[in-house]
């Protein structure tokens, strides 16, 4: 008999993932599974990440020709499933749409909440589409019998097998793009120039590092109070979609005046930039300069590299658009203030004032709350792995096919319908 003629086998459609085997070590294992597992090629990287049976090639057009062309391929192949890293790129948000019409489940792949060697794996979206609940009480309940996660560090990948993949995959779509001529990027600037940025910072990252180092170990020696602001990536969609900013200037911009008018006169505030950077922006320059603006060029220092932890684990608080680095503090019981919208963002956990009065009263996670959302969170939308090295992608892809095929994804009681939380409105005034 065909497995396709037996009741329990699944059809997923797999779409664009990262720039990592992961992808077709999923499929493999849900195949083993009994299921079929499919692929929509929209570039030349898709196609080599996926070499396996089941990819089809879309050379079309995006907008109506694409929704058209998904939403036909889904009744045509009966699929129950799609699984894609990246709700908001364009394609995607078109497919996910045509998957809802349908009734099929829509999973979603990304880097983990948790760091350095965990994965997310959430039904519907993350963020501010995340269906994670944001009563206290129901995840103080939901984790009562939860035991506490094995934070020990099992997988570790490198920059280089990084640099890698993604060099293998965007370099074909940059020199045959003739292949699929009416594919368009979700990114903002061509990977010719971010390689040329990264190249770039690269050559001075050791001397840098070694300055950021030499200056934590001089402020925390010092006593100085101070804050942390992690810059994130300008590309990121924790910023593009689910914050209130069109532009991360805009952030700087609002939470150095913030700084400026209601901090305390001897804090400081360091600002430190993303590790994966491209160095396309000068935000150095533009935070120095802004600083000059307000007058508290002393107090806000720029820091690139150094250990991050180091600095959450001292300062008085960490303020932040939407990024992981909250987690990373709120582990470590430390006040965090969350400007966009972020799984983290809850009662009890992170501070709930208005930012103009962090700087003065910073609020720390609660506890059962803080020990409550990190069980939860483990359990039901993380597993262990990582993108870009063999062992870590063999167990993450292991522990997501899993969750796929018994319909564990959020599970137990961490799916709440509709989603929570609401996405924020984009202010209107510019960055200066």
């Not at 999923?26 to 570039?43: P, S, V």
């Not at 208005?354 to 609660?366: A, G, M, R, V, Y």
Request: aromatic share 10%; with cysteine.
């Amino acid at each position: 008999m065909a497995l396709q003629n037996r009741p329990e086998q699944r059809v997923f459609l797999f779409l664009q993932g990262p720039s990592s085997p992961i992808f077709a070590k999923i499929a493999d294992r849900l195949e083993t599974q009994g299921h079929r597992c499919l692929r929509i090629n929209l570039n030349p990287g898709d196609q080599i990440f996926w070499r396996r049976q089941g990819g089809y090639n879309y050379r079309g057009r995006g907008g109506k020709d694409w929704r058209d062309h998904v939403a036909s391929f889904m009744g045509r192949q009966a699929v129950t499933d799609l699984v894609l890293l990246g709700e908001e790129r364009p394609y995607h948000q078109v497919a996910i749409e045509a998957a809802r019409d349908r009734d099929v489940e829509v999973s979603i792949v990304e880097m983990g909440y948790l760091r350095p060697d965990w994965l997310t794996l959430e039904r519907n979206g993350m963020s501010s589409n995340s269906h994670f609940p944001v009563d206290p009480r129901q995840i103080v309940d939901a984790a009562r019998t939860l035991s506490e996660p094995d934070w020990t560090r099992r997988y570790t990948q490198s920059f280089v097998a990084e640099a890698g993949y993604d060099l293998l995959y965007n370099l074909p779509n940059v020199f045959l793009w003739f292949l699929f001529p009416h594919y368009r990027r979700h990114a903002l600037f061509h990977p010719l120039a971010e390689y040329a940025g990264w190249v770039m910072r690269l050559s001075g990252g050791k001397k840098r590092n070694m300055a950021a180092t030499a200056f934590i170990r001089s402020l925390l020696v010092s006593g100085t109070q101070f804050f942390v602001f992690p810059l994130q990536l300008q590309t990121d969609f924790q910023l593009r979609a689910h914050s209130p900013y069109n532009d991360q200037r805009e952030a700087i911009s609002q939470i150095l005046t913030s700084f400026a008018n209601h901090a305390p006169r001897t804090a400081h505030l360091i600002v430190k930039i993303h590790p994966l950077d491209n160095g396309l922006i000068n935000w150095r320059t533009y935070i120095e300069d802004f600083a000059s603006s307000l007058d508290i060029h002393q107090r806000v220092q720029f820091l690139d590299g150094g250990d991050l932890n180091a600095l959450l684990d001292k300062a008085g608080g960490t303020v932040t658009v939407n990024s992981t680095v909250g987690l990373q503090a709120l582990q470590l019981g430390k006040p965090v203030k969350v400007l966009g919208a972020a799984v983290f963002d809850i009662v009890g956990l992170s501070d709930q004032a208005e930012l103009d009065q962090f700087w003065s009263n910073p609020t720390p996670p609660k506890e059962p709350m803080r020990t409550a959302f990190f069980r939860l969170l483990a359990a039901t939308i993380q597993v262990r792995g990582n993108f870009y090295s063999a062992a870590g992608t063999d167990a993450g892809a292991e522990a997501i096919a899993q969750r796929l095929h018994n319909r564990t994804v959020n599970q137990p009681d961490a799916f709440v319908d509709p989603p929570p939380r609401k996405r924020p409105q984009k202010i209107t005034r510019l960055h200066r």
